[in-house]
T-cell receptor, first 111, second 116 residues
Framework: DAKTTQPPSMDCAEGRAANLPCNHS???????VYWYRQIHSQGPQYIIH???NNETNEMASLIITEDRKSSTLILPHATLRDTAVYYC????????????FGTGTRLLVSP | DTAVSQTPKYLVTQMGNDKSIKCEQN?????MYWYKQDSKKFLKIMFS???????INETVPNRFSPKSPDKAHLNLHINSLELGDSAVYFC???????????????FGNGTRLTVT
């Protein structure tokens, strides 16, 4: 699975958009980009995933660059409850999800 | 309506003891996992079962023995507990499929194991 690089921490004001970047320059053509988050004292929570097209769901949007070497997770209107560690994971979806979680980005949403 | 539930939430025990952690999912998934999150917050896969069959075993010591009595349950038994086993253990489940239909992982809220 491709290695991903994320900034260790980011801050965001409540109500503003949070844009979390992820670099995956060695990603292969059949590797997906997945985003999870972990709120303190809880298990990781799935957010969104994509292969090459931009994706949007009720939680977030995922923008993947055309060369697929990087992506951005967008939380359009961050709330205090979005404070969490966000993990970007690139892996080949062969069925069995042997996800490798890195250190992620700690997002702090402030009032 | 909890999707993936683990018991107990906290487990404090002494070195050398044997303990078990239970996990149940009501999502109808056919694949279940155990992940370990250490003190540095790194989350690593330990085991995975698909339809009660072991499919991933990430060089975990033999003291750790997962058991899956049915597709909805995956328990973790740990023998001769050591200080280094202290961590948060997360159970997860998913539906096996290839490609975009593969469901994401659904995690439980973890069991914090402290070995003294």
């Amino acid at each position: 699975d491709a290695k991903t690089t994320q900034p260790p921490s980011m801050d965001c004001a409540e109500g503003r958009a949070a844009n979390l970047p992820c670099n995956h320059s060695t990603i292969s053509g059949n590797e997906y980009v997945y985003w999870y988050r972990q709120i303190h004292s809880q298990g990781p929570q799935y957010i969104i995933h994509g292969l090459k097209n931009n994706e949007t769901n009720e939680m977030a949007s995922l923008i993947i660059t055309e060369d697929r070497k990087s992506s951005t997770l967008i939380l359009p209107h961050a709330t205090l409850r979005d404070t969490a560690v966000y993990y970007c994971i690139a892996f080949m979806n062969t069925g069995f999800q042997k996800l490798v979680f890195g250190t992620g980005t700690r997002l702090l949403v402030s009032p | 309506d909890t999707a993936v539930s683990q018991t107990p939430k906290y487990l404090v025990t002494q070195m050398g003891n044997d303990k078990s952690i239970k996990c149940e999912q009501n999502l109808g998934h056919d694949t279940m996992y155990w992940y370990k999150q250490d003190s540095k917050k790194f989350l690593k896969i330990m085991f995975s079962y698909n339809n009660k069959e072991l499919i991933i075993n990430e060089t975990v010591p033999n003291r750790f023995s997962p058991k899956s009595p049915d597709k909805a349950h995956l328990n973790l038994h740990i023998n001769s507990l050591e200080l280094g086993d202290s961590a948060v253990y997360f159970c997860a489940s998913s539906r096996w499929d290839r490609g975009p239909l593969n469901s994401p992982l659904h995690f439980g809220n973890g069991t914090r194991l402290t070995v003294t």
